[in-house]
């Protein structure tokens, strides 16, 4: 399938590519793919293709098809966009989401690690849910942050303060769900008001919440996704008042381990907000 590369075609570099290099190639019959290439910021393109192709195996999820990955190039269907998550966009996405939600397996974690963004993610196996949420998301992305000097000694010691009180603010999910790991708007695409597909994810199998507490950081899904979720996979009482800040806190460690700015201060405030 390389040899695509080989057929007469525009390349059109575009942008939001923080990892890799991303171009769109126009071929002369009309055929368009995304060309990803590495940008050596730490991503790994083989890994992004394997997350890629197991969500098209394991669940119905709208998401690019790979026509080849290696570790230096990615290749994959272009998936229109031209525009804003519509109502109609975000009740699909909420169908799609609900259903991936519905993939289940007998423990926490995957058969291999994975990405967010550039940085490592851990997905040992794990019987307990809390177990995995404190130890592989909470306190390694906490870890991360304060090595790279972007979280304060302080924070991270009320962070393990947090960790402790774990069994007392989450209720264990009846089972471990597949998750798109990376939920937020600039993942889902859309195109004359419905959805087109999901891009870029961080796939484990986990507690639900995740996705539904990312899909809200930055006011990426709202009212409609939610009315429509909810009627599919009716949420537990508690999640918008406690839970989705909680496990915010792990893409906020991501972005504070990538960036520092205010991140740090998001991290402070709902920490204190659980002690």
């Not at 996705?211 to 709202?222: E, I, R, V, Y």
Request: hydrophobic share 40%.
């Amino acid at each position: 399938m390389i040899d695509l590369l080989d057929k007469s075609h525009r390349e059109r570099p575009l942008g939001g590519g923080c990892i890799a290099e991303v171009s769109l190639l126009e071929f002369e019959d009309g055929e368009k793919l995304i060309a990803k290439r590495d940008g050596g910021r730490g991503g790994d393109l083989e890994l992004e293709g394997w997350m890629l192709r197991y969500l098209a195996e394991t669940s119905e999820l709208a998401v690019p098809e790979v026509h080849y990955c290696d570790s230096e190039l990615l290749l994959m269907s272009w998936l229109p966009e031209d525009g804003g998550l519509t109502v109609e966009a975000e009740t699909q996405a909420a169908e799609q989401v609900a259903a991936l939600h519905d993939v289940s397996t007998a423990q926490f974690g995957l058969e291999r690690d994975t990405l967010i963004g550039p940085l490592h993610q851990p997905n040992p196996r794990e019987a307990d849910w809390i177990t995995f949420f404190r130890d592989h998301r909470l306190l390694y992305m906490a870890d991360l942050a304060k090595d790279r000097g972007r979280l304060p000694s302080g924070t991270r010691h009320q962070i393990d303060r947090l960790a402790n009180r774990l069994p007392d603010l989450i209720a264990p999910p009846e089972r471990p769900c597949l998750l798109h790991g990376d939920l937020w708007g600039g993942n889902i695409l859309a195109s004359r008001g419905r959805l087109s597909g999901f891009i870029d994810p961080a796939i484990y199998y986990g507690h639900a919440e995740m996705d539904l507490a990312f899909s809200t950081l930055f006011g990426s899904l709202g009212k409609a996704f939610f009315q429509r979720y909810g009627e599919l996979r009716p949420l537990e009482p508690g999640f918008f008042e406690e839970r989705r800040d909680l496990y915010n806190l792990y893409p906020l460690l991501v972005h504070t381990a990538l960036f520092g700015g205010g991140y740090p201060g998001a991290v402070k405030r709902i920490t204190e907000g659980f002690l």
